[in-house]
């Protein structure tokens, strides 16, 4: 039966991936590095190894050397003689040496730059800063090899630099409130893939969730006891800091602002009381815009907020402002009628820069969802480009700096490939070299509607990856296929920062088959993906409470054994071979039985009973292609043929398979 | 190959345990209520299932209360109605009423007895406080059944109350720290088999782990960094508290204290400096009880820590005082001849007596390891038993009140069968009825040497359950099979409150197998365990910062094949039967086949090389008993068997192969 451990050996075996005993890891980086020299030799990894710093480095290179080393012995199981790397460890005794120039600042534009030397006998990191320094450690972390005598570093001289500086992760813990191991694990696995910033959503129509010492209300009311105090919100920036990772705020206003108005009813348009929201969409509480308490109230929070955060950028959401609530509201049309407001973008503008100067006063940029974008509004804001690429085009040309998230929402659960072929400058955008200048690069954009502790691993990663190489690597490095080969392997290495994308995969599935053998729930897992883009929930069937613990929750984005299947299918019709030809029959073989143990599983553990027509769908679809592989003559696609695919086609329990269309190519190329 | 799924399956399967479709989870409860009485009919569990609370209870009830409907809609999959558990909800509407007549106190002695009626439209709690209640909230749970129809709970009426009033988990952050999520998803655990008190373990030599506002070089300079804010003190105490747990602290004193002595050496015997110890043992430094110093920082400290832990026991450890830095010491010698103290156990019950000042008057009550048992301190102290249960019977003579860890040390990884038959009153035990209620109940004890945050899960789970029924359940309730039986079902259902026992392991294996297929090394994991004891560390190699990520930190006791298979062995010598000789020569052809396996994976994955000799071993007898099953001909026990045993008793990479004793048996009934 498929699982987990065989289905990644399949994996590697299949595309013959991962660096077997003779074969260095040069192969592996991920993102890959600008500049890549291979060498002669080996250093090999003894248990005396041991890591020295020089040069003038902030003491955070400290740190996280000392966090290489515990990676590197519990890959590698030497006890290597350091507890921690100090600064009175001296170089000449050390075989990695790491030198740097100057202390990093974690600020926008820092130099990240750094070479890496792997001789026989010696390695060296040098950067200007220990942000670069800490990019080399990550790389040299991913070169680890093996051979018959152990565990060594292959010869390498590796120059790297980002290519984008905005590097960058949203994390909504308002939607679904995410504790702080789940954002810390997640920072770590930012770093091992070089990102740099964290973008935090802390407010929304579900949740305040952060403590305020203003007003209070905001938290206690709006948050359902779920918020971060401010002690822990220094923890997660010194935390990421400690990474070379930025954290900056979002304060989602004046739309998607319910929690808000839980505590502090003026603040709206209309008149409450508000309850904390547990659906999911856009809703209609707004602050109103002509309170001078709203920005009272405002200034006060995002005081204490630009206190916390030390990053000079400072999100105010901005997006989804329809506005029904100002047309129902008398004050609210006087006002606009007494300012000159022709409508309610004309409002948000008004609205904006009153936010405009708190922000300034406190020495934040502003940075807001392309719905900020405004003619009224200075060049001196940073756009956020959700809606689509567009927008940052015109916000480049009109002289705003910006970054881009259009085509990075991993809650949409598409695949790794769309985000990664989404380049925020591609060859052929219509934009001077100054203009290009302006986009600073792009984020990953973690909504959480459907994600919660147990599953937000598993939705961020291993995507994240393929963003993280499209905003560092060269536009150049475009593979699809060797990105997915990568991203297998960096997927088992994110797991040893406590990354849960894989082991609660298992967790889930044991829960749903109540300890009995759940292979064929895994089988079938592995070849669905939950409803994508803005479809799982066209029935409104979720709220913020219900269980997340099912089969939608299970599968992922790239469902393995699917895309497994897809590539061997395209390589077969591409180029056709006895192998490939029994690979083939293999899996649809498995496949076609797997719905037997299915049912079975499901008699046992109800929660699963709801996915029996697309097990029987899958069964049905496989069993049909086996025997026209079988058959002499060519394939008649028939009515029954039609109906089998009408069924594996229709959505089910909120997933759907991914192996219809490369079975179709399959069936389409026996017709002949 | 051995798989944890099939595994499981296989157990299920071969002791008949798990409810079938047919049949209830009556049998599956831990601990083991004091009385059920079963019922007809059933509660059908429906999507439209409500919650209410009604009575005087502490608003505690109703975080658990909506914790357990989002534990039951998480395995159910069922979208119930209800965010929250809320009092405004009326008893009518209720599908489960949950009657409390008052507020609990989480203090030691408080009422936790419950009543628990499941009828078929309707289930009740009731409880004269919150905790009692909670209590039945988690037995509930584990009555969750499922037949043709879906989930449903079987009609039972139990009423239940615990044996022993103090039943605690203690664990030790100062040798490994253990992060906040480590600590909460433990006290989650605890709650979850009905323990109610969990004992910090803060100070040690390798490190002191709290915030100190008075003297705070104390966790500057002690904790590498890796330390509890007095928030993040507050905020465990909170988190236990509404789980009914009490926390106390223990600050070990005045052996055990290296780490106050690294930024305070003006408190030590003898003069400094003083480093953060690395190594595991007992080591010399010790506070000097002749200097008033040491006296003003303990009271400023414990004066802090007194205001943190609002719990009246303080636990002062007192153990392991070698005294030699004392012996060393000229104004401790001094000392000791000008207040006539004639050994160092009078001038620690000296330095106790002090201590037991400060105590008193921060309103505490002194808890110590028992050699703070000396006939000059005063029977209010509570004497805490981890030597043997001699001195905790002493101790109740004495009129001393106790708690018994001796037997409950789960560091040592014994199995759990050893710790389930450890009563803490055995009906033997020659003590009155007064000094019988002296004893107040026990304590597992989690010591952190070898145990990280990746591992401590497994270390506590599942064993830490059956001394949990130990604690809670009748003297009479002592069926180690049966016990085993239930622990399988728990360790699953444990899962889903965050513990890591299992999936880390799984994590662990695919580091080590470098993303190969693992089930080679699965298969010697689950029949090889920890070195026990002391044994693991006899040869000194681990340090604070070892590597704890090989094969003895993968291996747990209990190894899950080699228990399965003792049992299969014992039964079919007591009873043989074709069936299980056939499942017995079917488990050793595939342990006399698996050292090809590993063989080859080791030569992918050099961290399990190490354990080739023991891979071997396991193959070489089980080949050996194959071959004798299959003979017609008595068996004989030659050299070469002799030698191959001899071979498969020693520990290698610091592991035992637990399968040796029952493969030995089978062999000498052949003999025949």
Known sequence: MPHLKHCLAALFALFALISTVAKPMTDQLLPVPQSIEKGQGRFRLEATFQVAVEGNPDPRIYSAASRFLRRLDGRSGLFFPQDYVKPTDLADA?????????????????????????????????????????????????????????????????????????????????????????????LDGMAAVKLNVMHWHLTEDQGFRVETKSYPRLHELGSDGMYYT????????????????????????????????????????????????????????????????????????????AALFPDPYFHIGGDEVEGHHWEQSETVQRFMEENGLADKHALQAHFNQRILKILTKLEKRMIGWDEILHPEMPTNIV?????????????????????????????????????????????????????????????????????????????????????????????????????????????????????????????????????????????????????????????????????????????????????????????????????????????????AKNHDAFEALARKAPAIREALPISQALSDLAGLALAAMEREDPFVWDETTEALFEAARQPVAKVELQVVQPIEALLRSLEQ
Chains 1, 2 share one sequence.
């Open 94 to 186: 050390s075989d990695l040496l790491i030198t740097v120039s100057r202390p990093g600042s974690v600020a926008l534009g820092e130099d990240e730059s750094y070479r890496l030397v792997v001789e026989k006998k010696r390695i060296r990191i040098l950067a200007e800063t220990d942000l670069g320094a800490m990019h080399g450690l990550e790389t040299l972390l991913q070169l680890l090899s093996v051979d018959e005598d152990g565990f060594y570093f292959p010869a390498v001289e590796i120059e790297d630099a980002p290519r984008f500086a905005w590097r960058g992760l949203m994390i909504d813990s308002a939607r679904h409130f995410m504790p702080m191991d789940a954002l810390k694990r997640n």
């Open 383 to 591: 756009i956020h480009s959700w809606r689509g690429r567009e927008s940052m085009v015109a916000a480049a040309k009109d002289g705003y700096q910006s970054i881009l998230s259009n085509g990075y929402y991993i809650d949409l659960m598409q695949p790794a490939s769309e985000h990664y072929l989404n380049d925020p400058l591609p060859k052929d955008v219509d934009l001077s070299e100054a203009e290009r200048e302006r986009v600073l690069g792009g984020e990953a954009t973690m909504w959480s509607e459907h994600v919660t502790p147990e599953t937000v691993d598993s939705r961020i990663w291993p995507r994240t990856a393929a963003i993280a190489e499209r905003l560092w690597s060269s536009a150049e490095v475009d593979d699809v296929r060797d990105m997915y080969r990568r991203l297998d392997t960096i997927a088992l290495q994110l797991e040893e920062l406590g990354l849960a994308h894989l082991k609660n995969r298992d967790m889930m599935m044991r829960r749903l088959a109540r300890g009995y053998d759940y292979s064929a729930l895994e089988a079938l897992a592995d070849v669905v993906e939950p409803l994508k883009i803005y479809r799982r929930n066209a029935d409104l069937s979720y709220r913020s409470f219900s269980p997340y613990t099912l089969l939608p929750d299970v599968a992922t984005a790239d469902a393995r054994d699917a895309l497994r299947f897809r590539f061997l299918v395209e390589d077969y019709l591409a180029n056709p071979s006895e192998r490939r030809q029994q690979a083939i029959s293999k899996q649809l073989r498995r496949w």
């Open 230 to 305: 401010q002690e822990q919100i220094r923890e997660i920036v010194a935390y990421a800091a400690d990474r070379g990772i930025r954290v900056y705020p979002e304060f989602d206003v004046p739309g998607h602002a319910t929690a808000w108005l839980v505590g502090h009813p003026e603040m709206a348009s209309l008149p409450g009381p508000y309850e904390i929201e547990r659906g999911w969409g856009i809703f209609e509480p707004t602050l109103d815009p002509s309170k001078e308490v709203v920005y009272e109230i405002l200034e006060a929070v995002f005081t204490e907020m």
